[in-house]
């Protein structure tokens, strides 16, 4: 394990016991799982860049004493994201489910971004218990989009819905429905390949997603 308080130069607060305290924390993960995150934060200023630079972010947190990834240091909960120009992305705050589709498509992006350094990604539309916060973890890698996984279905449905208007049922459930929707959308994002078995092609796809999703822009 590895003891940090900041991904690449960007501090990393925890806001759970006092909202909007910027006090560092020590955080822990295992090396490798620190380097994807490097990675996954680079990602993020370069896709959301014409906000400028990332100011901070909150998580509810990295290892935790537990079974599953965050008993091995592998796993993030994100919980708001921050930019030097004023715009935030809270999923603590439950933007999954904002009013206002921009705020929907800036959750979405950052969703985007996430699954492109993480295999399982747990957001808003997964269930309850992910309602306030982002998971994202090492388990089942490499990265890609998988039809019979429940997470990445109800991804792909909220994505389709909130910029391509499809009406599909957010239920996890990868039909003919989801699939022409979802053909659609990397039709209209210029993406090729698979990203159902490629992991450069689901990452070409999310990074399109994202870009649509910080600027507000419909597929």
């Not at 380097?35 to 998580?59: E, F, M, P, Q």
């Not at 240091?73 to 930019?83: F, P």
């Not at 990397?186 to 990074?207: C, E, I, M, Y």
Request: net charge positive; aromatic share 12%; proline share 3%.
């Amino acid at each position: 394990m590895i003891t940090f308080q900041n991904i690449d130069g960007t501090p990393v607060y925890y806001w759970r016991s006092n909202r909007g305290n910027t006090t560092t924390r020590n955080w822990q993960v295992t090396q490798a799982f620190y380097d994807s995150l490097v990675l996954w934060v680079r990602d993020l200023r370069s896709l959301s860049s014409a906000y400028g630079g990332i100011s901070y972010l909150v998580s509810a947190g990295f290892y935790v004493n537990k079974p599953g990834e965050h008993g091995t240091g592998t796993a993030m909960d994100l919980d708001h994201v921050r930019w030097s120009g004023g715009q935030t992305i809270s999923p603590l705050d439950r933007h999954h489910a904002s009013g206002t589709v921009a705020t929907r498509r800036r959750y979405l992006a950052v969703d985007a971004v996430c699954r492109r350094r993480f295999r399982f990604v747990l957001d808003g539309w997964y269930n309850a218990a992910h309602e306030d916060h982002i998971h994202s973890d090492f388990g089942g890698l490499p990265v890609r989009c998988v039809t019979g996984s429940e997470s990445d279905t109800k991804f792909v449905q909220a994505l389709c819905n909130n910029f391509m208007s499809s009406g599909l049922a957010v239920d996890g459930i990868w039909g003919p429905l989801t699939t022409s929707a979802f053909n659609t959308a990397k039709s209209r994002l210029g993406v090729t390949g698979d990203p159902h078995t490629s992991s450069a092609s689901w990452q070409s796809f999310l990074s399109a997603a994202a870009r649509k999703g910080f600027a507000n822009q419909a597929f």
